[in-house]
């Protein structure tokens, strides 16, 4: 190949790949407040370099730490000029022994992260 055909080859490979550039999404921070039934609210912040709506986080999932799925948020439009952004979900329901769960965020593109962000649970008492 010569010059020409080596930087033609290689542009058209970065614009078609163009949106695997933001990576995928992070998760940076969660809270959880759970109460005695064993019901949690979950504020989860996420940062992904949100690219319109071919590209953009798209969720997140709770598991166990046995990896049985108890809760799943679905964000539904990209947030580009808003990272991290911080979105919750209510009334997710711990089964009984589980004092740890983890949480992954998705994209678009990706799907499920590989990261995980494991998170111990305080339950109140009342």
């Known amino acids: 190949m010569n010059h020409f055909t080596n930087?033609?080859?290689l542009f058209i490979t970065l614009f078609f790949s163009s949106n695997l550039f933001a990576g995928q999404a992070t998760i940076e921070k969660?809270?959880?407040?759970c109460n005695h039934k064993r019901l949690c609210k979950f504020n989860v912040?996420?940062?992904h370099a949100d690219e319109g709506w071919n590209h953009f986080a798209n969720g997140w999932k709770i598991f166990t730490s046995e990896g049985e799925l108890i809760g799943?948020?679905?964000?539904a439009h990209p947030h580009v000029?808003?990272?991290?952004?911080?979105?919750?979900i209510r009334n997710i329901k711990i089964?009984?022994?589980?004092?740890?769960?983890?949480?992954?965020?998705?994209?678009?593109?990706?799907?499920?992260?590989e990261r995980k962000y494991v998170i111990k649970l305080k339950f109140t008492d009342y």
Do not use: K, M, W
């Open 7 to 9: 930087t033609l080859a």
């Open 30 to 33: 969660v809270e959880a407040e």
């Open 45 to 47: 912040t996420i940062s």
């Open 72 to 75: 799943h948020r679905v964000l």
């Open 81 to 88: 000029n808003e990272q991290p952004f911080t979105r919750s």
């Open 95 to 113: 089964p009984a022994a589980i004092d740890t769960v983890e949480i992954r965020a998705n994209d678009s593109v990706h799907g499920e992260s």
